[in-house]
């Protein structure tokens, strides 16, 4: 107010006059308006608190490792999950070393469990409008179940459906190695693709040379016989021509004098003589292992990964 006044009465004054003047307004403002009516605080005591503050860690990051870490709970029992479905049901032991289901699992398992939480480590903030987050986690939720999807989806189609006895061994056979075009032509009373587990089958016999020639010539081409749902038969048919291509143990064990003392304990295990017993070979994707036969049902009693040719 003093200031107004003082200014509409100088004007027309002289330079020197209005800048006395305002310098005799200026005196009345810093005498009135003392640090006890405008209290200000100091500027050194704001950076002193800005200071402290920013040297203390951001809540948001704790709160992003808080759900990271939850979601790692989560991803980790969902994998235990997997892991029952695929190594209790899909891959039971030996299947998950013959036919490589640990490697893909442990592949599809790092990779889902790992990314996951480091993807909601990056977007949770609690700054976000809940609606926001919740989007983000929804999307979030709903890659990493399709990416375990799909990886489950891609172990199943590896998986070993059926051990099949074709002249003179037991072949594993994989989901992925049927031929789709056959699949029409299962025998009554066979599964062509079951999902607890491979079952035993044997082959039948050609009907005539003409079948055998096609079935060579489809191998040739990459489709094996064990993988040909019209030559297959239930297993039993096949203890005859089982028992005759059978070989006794204790020519393996001749044979194979460093593992002598690795099969008599395994068989002594099962409880049975290894001089009583008969294996095959069993030839999986990449590996050739040893089945250990009863002599009379042929069921197999044991494996061993060893390849008896």
């Given at each position: 107010?003093?200031?107004?006044?003082?200014?509409?009465?100088?004007?027309?004054?002289?330079?020197?006059?209005?800048?006395?003047?305002?310098?005799?307004?200026?005196?009345?403002?810093?005498?009135?308006?003392?640090?006890?009516?405008?209290?200000?605080?100091?500027?050194?005591?704001?950076?002193?608190?800005?200071?402290?503050?920013?040297?203390?860690?951001?809540?948001?990051?704790?709160?992003?490792?808080?759900?990271?870490?939850?979601?790692?709970?989560?991803?980790?029992?969902?994998?235990?999950?997997?892991?029952?479905?695929?190594?209790?049901?899909?891959?039971?032991?030996?299947?998950?070393?013959?036919?490589?289901?640990?490697?893909?699992?442990?592949?599809?398992?790092?990779?889902?469990?790992?990314?996951?939480?480091?993807?909601?480590?990056?977007?949770?903030?609690?700054?976000?409008?809940?609606?926001?987050?919740?989007?983000?986690?929804?999307?979030?939720?709903?890659?990493?179940?399709?990416?375990?999807?799909?990886?489950?989806?891609?172990?199943?189609?590896?998986?070993?459906?059926?051990?099949?006895?074709?002249?003179?061994r037991l072949s594993v056979v994989h989901a992925v190695e049927i031929?789709?075009?056959?699949?029409?032509?299962?025998?009554?009373?066979?599964?062509?693709?079951?999902?607890?587990?491979?079952?035993?089958?044997?082959?039948?016999?050609?009907?005539?040379?003409?079948?055998?020639?096609?079935?060579?010539?489809?191998?040739?081409?990459?489709?094996?016989?064990?993988?040909?749902?019209?030559?297959?038969?239930?297993?039993?048919?096949?203890?005859?021509?089982?028992?005759?291509?059978?070989?006794?143990?204790?020519?393996?064990?001749?044979?194979?004098?460093?593992?002598?003392?690795?099969?008599?304990?395994?068989?002594?295990?099962?409880?049975?003589?290894?001089?009583?017993m008969v294996y095959l070979p069993l030839v999986g994707r990449k590996?050739?292992?040893?089945?250990?036969?009863?002599?009379?049902?042929?069921?197999?009693?044991?494996?061993?990964?060893?390849?008896?040719?």
């Amino acid at each position: 107010m003093g200031l107004a006044l003082g200014i509409k009465m100088g004007e027309g004054l002289h330079d020197g006059e209005v800048l006395k003047m305002l310098e005799t307004t200026l005196n009345w403002v810093s005498a009135n308006f003392t640090r006890a009516s405008c209290p200000l605080k100091p500027v050194s005591t704001t950076l002193e608190d800005r200071m402290d503050k920013e040297s203390q860690p951001p809540a948001f990051w704790r709160d992003r490792f808080k759900a990271s870490a939850i979601h790692l709970g989560i991803s980790l029992t969902v994998a235990v999950l997997a892991g029952a479905l695929v190594f209790g049901v899909w891959y039971p032991y030996p299947y998950r070393e013959i036919s490589g289901g640990r490697e893909l699992f442990l592949i599809l398992v790092t990779v889902d469990v790992i990314l996951g939480p480091l993807i909601t480590l990056a977007v949770f903030n609690r700054i976000k409008p809940w609606p926001v987050l919740q989007r983000d986690l929804a999307v979030v939720a709903a890659l990493q179940l399709a990416a375990l999807g799909y990886g489950l989806w891609t172990v199943s189609l590896a998986r070993p459906v059926h051990i099949v006895f074709e002249v003179d061994r037991l072949s594993v056979v994989h989901a992925v190695e049927i031929a789709p075009e056959l699949l029409a032509k299962t025998p009554p009373g066979i599964t062509a693709l079951p999902l607890t587990g491979p079952t035993r089958l044997s082959l039948r016999p050609f009907k005539d040379n003409q079948e055998k020639l096609d079935a060579t010539l489809a191998a040739l081409q990459g489709v094996p016989l064990a993988g040909r749902p019209d030559l297959w038969q239930p297993y039993a048919n096949a203890i005859p021509d089982i028992l005759k291509a059978a070989k006794p143990v204790r020519e393996l064990m001749a044979r194979h004098k460093d593992q002598s003392q690795a099969i008599d304990q395994l068989l002594r295990g099962e409880g049975r003589n290894p001089e009583n017993m008969v294996y095959l070979p069993l030839v999986g994707r990449k590996s050739f292992w040893t089945a250990f036969l009863d002599p009379v049902t042929t069921d197999i009693v044991a494996t061993l990964p060893l390849d008896p040719f």
